[in-house]
Every structure is written in C-alpha cells, then in structure tokens.
C-alpha cells in the first residue's frame, strides 16, 4: 500500500472507516489518517522507541508551537526527564526531496524549543545534527544517541 521505508519494520495496526485507512499512533494513542507523511512519522516513533529505545512517555507527536506568532506543528519532540527538549523530529513524505528548506524549516522550530539534536527524515534520507548553542553551530552525526536515563 505505501512505499517501504529506510526504517526498521514495526507491527502496525490499521482501520478503515469511510473510505479512508487510518494507522494507530502508540504516541496520541488513537488511529490517524494514513498519508504519506504519516507513514514516516509512524516509522519514526517507533523506531525511537524500538531502536533508540526512548520511553513512550517522554515522546510528543504532532503538537502545535507558535513562532514569529505564526501557529506551527512540529511533528515528533523527545523531552528530557527535566521537560528541556532532547530531539526535534521534522518528517516529510517519502516523494519530497530533502533540502535547505527542510533545514530552515526544523531550524526555525529549534529557535523556540532549543533541541540538543536535531533529525530530518522522509523515510528514505535520514539527517541527525547535534547543535552547539553556545557557538550557533551544529554539526552532522552518523546517527542520534540512543537513550540513556538520567
């Protein structure tokens, strides 16, 4: 049904109702619409969850930010178990090409939440970068560190 993703296969659990395929999200715990985009998210969630091995409890999908006073939605955050921001996770569909805008845009959001680590991904491509607020620089990782508890 949709495009296999560079990511580690998961079980998924999907319905249909009126037409449309919705997919669970452990995170909302509820069944969204399946569009390209939620593909990846989902295989992103449970990616960190599964490989990374981050607790569903300090994983935020989908929540809305407001910057520059324009209402925005990020789409995956990771808190520490202090409430500051670990990861920020920026997704695309799978058909649309990673590039600058896709950094602008994740950068933008990082503006007001002040990650430590940064990944843009769609599905295919996956980018990890470690930020250096101090410097106002960032540097690109191989991968992001898996959990570790404080």
């Given at each position: 049904?949709?495009?296999?993703?560079?990511?580690?296969?998961?079980?998924?659990?999907?319905?249909?109702?009126?037409?449309?395929?919705?997919?669970?999200?452990?995170?909302?715990?509820?069944?969204?619409?399946?569009?390209?985009e939620?593909?990846?998210?989902?295989?992103?969630?449970?990616?960190?969850?599964n490989?990374?091995?981050?607790?569903?409890?300090?994983?935020?999908?989908?929540?809305?930010?407001?910057?520059?006073?324009?209402?925005k939605?990020?789409?995956?955050?990771?808190?520490?178990?202090?409430?500051?921001?670990?990861l920020?996770?920026?997704?695309?569909?799978?058909?649309?090409?990673?590039?600058?805008?896709?950094?602008?845009?994740i950068?933008r959001?990082?503006l007001?939440?002040?990650?430590?680590?940064?990944?843009?991904?769609?599905g295919?491509?996956?980018?990890?970068?470690?930020?250096?607020?101090?410097?106002?620089?960032?540097?690109?990782?191989?991968?992001?560190?898996?959990?570790?508890p404080?």
């Amino acid at each position: 049904m949709f495009k296999e993703l560079n990511f580690p296969k998961f079980e998924y659990r999907f319905k249909s109702t009126e037409n449309k395929v919705s997919i669970f999200d452990v995170i909302r715990k509820k069944f969204v619409i399946l569009q390209p985009e939620e593909w990846v998210r989902q295989h992103c969630v449970h990616f960190l969850i599964n490989n990374k091995k981050y607790p569903k409890s300090l994983i935020n999908v989908e929540k809305e930010l407001t910057i520059n006073g324009l209402k925005k939605r990020y789409d995956i955050v990771i808190f520490n178990t202090d409430g500051s921001i670990f990861l920020i996770v920026e997704c695309k569909s799978h058909s649309i090409k990673i590039d600058q805008t896709t950094f602008d845009q994740i950068a933008r959001y990082n503006l007001v939440l002040n990650a430590t680590f940064l990944m843009v991904t769609n599905g295919l491509n996956h980018y990890y970068c470690e930020m250096d607020m101090d410097n106002e620089r960032y540097s690109f990782l191989k991968s992001i560190p898996d959990y570790k508890p404080n």
